[in-house]
């Protein structure tokens, strides 16, 4: 039986229960020190002083490092940027919208400061306790300056981000004036999402240790690759020289696909002190200088005929982005493709504070603006007096209307009818205020989900030893996902062996190169290479056995040998078989290993790749306090070949109590006046909890996708928290008659 598709359970799980899985912050290293950042205080100005020397007399402190004494660093990142983004300078941004930003970071080499919480010094001791002590007491003099921390008065001087792939800041098709003017009903309608934090369970954190002019960098991040290659452009090495390892990651969301300045910092702080140095983020300090989602304020104007057939869109965006760099939300990028209208006219903009730089969270743009889509979907089925899920079938995309070529599959139109079917929505009373359950006004909303089936190129390798254990190593990572089992199991598929012959490695800049954990891909690109490689060193057993004179298949043709469970087989006399194990043993003993590479070829010009759902959200909303609970969701899905249930089941799960959080939770409550997050905690910053949940009910329908790679997979990370957030708002609306456009949805705002 073939091991893809089964919810095996994941193999790295014992280790995590059992606490031997090593953390960033937890590798044992030699005389190790323990670095503190301290951030500025201030959201704009110059330090005009800092008193080191005080510190530096403290017990255990081995290192102060400021702007005074900071190395100089001959490639700083972002050379030839301008911090200034009011003369509406347009910068160079990477190449590809999963690709991480790369923000000029903060390494002291300057005295200016241009967001609260910025970093302008390390302290290295001893121990925890003495640089925690030490970095609070340093007392630092600033000289300010006016910050812009008013997000509507920066709007009025948006401007225009610099075009990238896939990512255009203006798109149109149609004529979207005439169809505004020729609809029957129309809907003008503005969406605000706000700030929102990633808080993994586990910190930014990173150990640096130097070994003459070698740097090992043990950090939490989604992409060793990345790393390397930030941290030896901003040091000035060779990128040979410095290894990154980082074999479990403690949850990223985004947040850590980008290399930050403490990750640097720390190699820095190494150098200076002659010492390997644990950096690691206290939860306060992962407010501002390691990426948040941006504040959206979103604009959308739809137009319809009376038959409910859509003849205009606009979605017009303004997401605001710092002053060191810039972070577009891609929140139009939902609308180009989500159904046929004739014209459709989209524009991205920016509004410039004095923040940290904005970063990818999961699902970016598409969170956010499915949000506010799928909710103007809703208010436009209303005013045109038709069923929600009706008016989304009305409007059909079946080929993308943006680029005007095929799906490579989709599987939209079974995920509305099975979703509807299982939650009952047949049964669904269309006026708002018309169900109850006692005294709870009871609401029934739905939307659609999407998020892109992306892809990048990705190596792998494949070796087998005498004893028939078989690594797989490929430079990726396993951000609690369930990388190191669903690539076991596509390794085993491939090489026919069962998954526990299989030990899969990762986390590592000396393996195989593999693109960054993000955009929901690592499946898709490096399941493919991991299965090129187990089919390489396949080939090679067969190859070696049908040489060797000792082999029972000696003599056969290689298509006339199967790999079954260990053996190779000839397929037409099952009794003609050699053990793996035995073929590398009489071939000298020495590991057979067999490499490969897997990349995407010209299949994304000829179809459009993306996975799409349905969500079905049924709330309560107490008439007198407002709260809203959330007993049950139904989603279905269409998301290609499921490589391991359990895990895609689990993502999926995820992803939908994320959305619950956006709808009705998430927020960083900045205090304007200084531009400084005031609930930089968990205890303050309010996300779902188990209490919070009810029942969670997935669909994956069958789908095949013969396109997107040879394994028929897309990713399943992102796609979940999509069009939750919008699902609650229509439900809301459903059981209040109140039409809430500004997240999270909160008490208060009901009571209104």
Known sequence: MSA??????RLDGRLKVTGQATYSAEHKIPRLAHGMMVLSTVPKGRITAIDSAAVQRMPGVMLVMTHQNAPRLPKPNGQGKTGDKQGGKEQSKPDNKQQPPNPRLSLLQDDRVEYNAQPIAVVVADTFEHARDAARR???????????LDFQRAKLQARRPAAQPERPPETGRGNATRGLQNAATRIDVTFTTPMENHNPLEPHATIAAWDGDG????????????VRRTAAQNLGIDPEKVRV????????????????????????????????????????????PVGARPLTEQHLRLGANRDGKLLAVTHDTISSTSFVDDFVEPCTAVTRKAYASESVQTSQRLATLNVGVPTYMRAPGESSGSFALESAMDELAYALKMDPVQLRLMNYAEKDPEKDIPWSSKSLRECYRAGAERFGWARRKPEPGSMRSGRAQVGWGMATASYPANRKGAKAS????????????SGTHDLGTGTYTVMSQIAADALGLPVSRIRFELGDTRLPEAPVSGGSQTVASVGP?????????????VATALGDSGSALHGLNANEVDAVDGWLVAKTDPQRRDAMAAVVARSG??????????????????????????????????????????????????????????????????????GIGMGLMEKTEMDWRVGRAVNANLADYHVPVNADIGGIDIIVVDEEDKHINELGAKGVGEIGITGVAAAIANAVYHATGKRIR??????DKLMI
């Open 4 to 9: 893809i598709g089964q919810g095996i359970d």
């Open 245 to 288: 390892v980082c074999p479990f990651v403690g949850g990223g969301f985004g947040s850590k696909g980008t290399t930050w300045s403490h990750v640097v910092l720390a190699a820095m702080a190494s150098r200076m002190a002659g010492v390997p140095v644990k950096l690691v983020l206290e939860r306060t300090q992962m407010y501002g």
């Open 529 to 541: 290479a991991v299965y090129q490689a187990a089919l390489a060193l396949r080939d090679k057993l």
């Open 462 to 473: 494949a070796t087998i030893d005498a004893e028939g254990a078989v690594v797989v190593r």
């Open 138 to 148: 340093l007392q630092v003099r600033y000289a300010t300056a006016s910050a812009q």
């Open 589 to 658: 003993g020495q590991p057979i290993k067999a490499e490969a590479s897997a990349a995407q070829g010209d299949e994304k010009k000829r179809y459009a790749m993306q996975a799409f759902g349905a969500v079905f959200v049924e709330v309560h909303v107490d008439p007198d306090l407002g709260t809203i609970r959330v007993p049950r969701v139904v989603a279905a899905y269409g998301v290609g070949r499921v490589i391991n249930s359990k895990t895609t089941h689990s993502q999926l799960m995820g992803g939908i109590v994320w």
């Open 215 to 226: 740097l090992t960098l043990y950090d939490s991040t989604q992409n060793v690759s990345g």
């Open 742 to 747: 500004d997240l999270p949805i909160t008490p």
